[in-house]
């Protein structure tokens, strides 16, 4: 099967890591990282046509019918569910970008998602990845808190493990949102890769999450951590930690346009694609 969900035997083993002259990072910044190794969640995408739908949900629209028109951030793109915008080929999942007259809108992608199927409080969360080119892009690998309790974003909470924007192929970031630190103002941290791009290899993006801290990585560069002091610090005492109250699940979108990127130009290529590799999710 492509899709394995294991029963967690192990345990978490802490140790302390020093930050020296990371990009992004203080060099005198301490932290905690905890190595969850218990593999729960493996996607590697390798039965050619098939998304399984045990797991991945499609998100259909552009966000109108949800009650968020452009999906809040005054996107383009229309997610269908056609194998022209979301399909397994060659051992990756394929989330492609296409300009075209589509229900209204003048571009189609895909957006999936793991919502009430996998969904997970705590752990180390990693996709293999690459990311689209050119100006309007906006690839995504994130979470989002569970809301079967009617609570509604940001009290729910949002984790973005790697954005990028797609005219700047060597900068990612990643950043959580909450109450008094949503969109604009949300808590976020950028990294800049030397002598490698987004869009033309392949990364590792990951997270590892515990109850009181969240670890951003690259492939083996650990280049932030997100913790309820900071989110003290950065919202002057307003904001709220939401991270440890309920379990969160898995989305992989690309977006065109949208307040972020601005929309694409007439140098923007189309169609462009996000080749995913594989999806992990490991726990205490």
């Not at 039965?47 to 968020?68: L, P, S």
């Not at 996998?118 to 690839?139: C, D, K, S, V």
């Amino acid at each position: 099967m492509k899709i394995k969900i294991r029963q967690a035997l192990g345990s978490t083993f802490p140790v302390l890591v020093m930050l020296l002259a990371l990009s992004s990072c203080n060099t005198d910044e301490t932290q905690t990282v905890a190595t969850f190794d218990n593999l729960v969640l493996e996607d590697d995408f390798n039965t050619d046509g098939v998304i399984d739908t045990t797991i991945w949900n499609f998100d259909i629209g552009d966000g109108t019918a949800q009650g968020i028109p452009g999906w809040g951030n005054n996107e383009l793109q229309y997610y269908t569910d056609r194998p022209d915008n979301a399909t397994v080929e060659n051992g990756f999942l394929l989330i492609t970008a296409k300009q075209e007259d589509f229900n209204g809108a003048q571009y189609t992608s895909a957006r999936l998602q793991t919502k009430n199927k996998f969904q997970q409080q705590y752990g180390r969360f990693e996709a293999r990845i690459r990311l689209p080119y050119g100006q309007g892009m906006w690839p995504a690998f994130w979470l989002l808190g569970d809301d079967s309790d009617g609570s509604i974003w940001p009290q729910i909470g949002e984790i973005d493990i790697m954005e990028n924007v797609g005219d700047e192929p060597t900068q990612i970031f990643g950043t959580v949102h909450g109450p008094g630190y949503s969109g604009a103002e949300s808590v976020s941290k950028n990294y800049t890769l030397e002598n490698t791009r987004v869009d033309t290899e392949f990364h590792v993006y990951g997270i590892e999450w515990g109850p009181n801290y969240i670890n951003y990585y690259i492939d083996d560069v650990l280049y932030n951590q997100i913790t309820p002091e900071d989110i003290e610090e950065e919202t002057n005492g307003q904001g709220e930690w939401v991270f440890n109250d309920r379990p969160f699940y898995i989305i992989l979108n690309v977006a065109v346009g949208g307040n972020l990127p601005g929309p694409p130009n007439a140098e923007t290529e189309f169609p462009q694609t996000m080749l995913v590799d594989y999806v992990r999710v490991y726990q205490q």
